[in-house]
């Protein structure tokens, strides 16, 4: 599976971005998808996740009601809706798969075998 992630930019507090993930190659169909982040100095971070379903999802608790993930099997893609954006959500975004049968939870970096190459989400305060 290759991913692409795309939509990140320059954006004032309280703006808004839509980020993308589309599979290049290979289909997202029985992966569950995530995005993370990391932030300049910082660890990569959990961020969202959905189910291979689309019928379940998982917010960390610094973006619940903020941001909203979603996905079209059809079009292999994967989206990341970020609104009342702030400073502290600027990081490299990044967009994951993780196998249905992995041990690891969908909150733990690790669980994640596919990764996208980023895009930069910069909150100017």
């Known amino acids: 599976v290759q991913l692409q992630a795309s939509g990140g930019g320059l954006v004032q507090a309280g703006g808004s971005l839509r980020l993308s993930c589309a599979a290049s190659v290979g289909t997202v169909t029985s992966y569950d998808m995530g995005w993370l982040r990391q932030a300049p100095g910082k660890e990569r971070e959990f961020v969202a996740a959905i189910n291979w379903s689309g019928s379940r999802s998982w917010y960390a608790d610094s973006v619940k009601g903020r941001f909203t993930i979603s996905r079209d099997n059809a079009k292999k893609t994967v989206f990341l809706q970020l609104n009342s954006l702030k400073p502290e959500d600027t990081a490299v975004y990044y967009c994951?798969?993780?196998?249905?049968?992995?041990?690891?939870?969908?909150?733990?970096?690790?669980?994640?075998?596919?990764w996208g190459q980023g895009t930069l989400v910069t909150v100017s305060s």
């Open positions: 994951a798969a993780r196998s249905a049968w992995n041990s690891l939870t969908v909150f733990d970096p690790r669980a994640y075998g596919y």
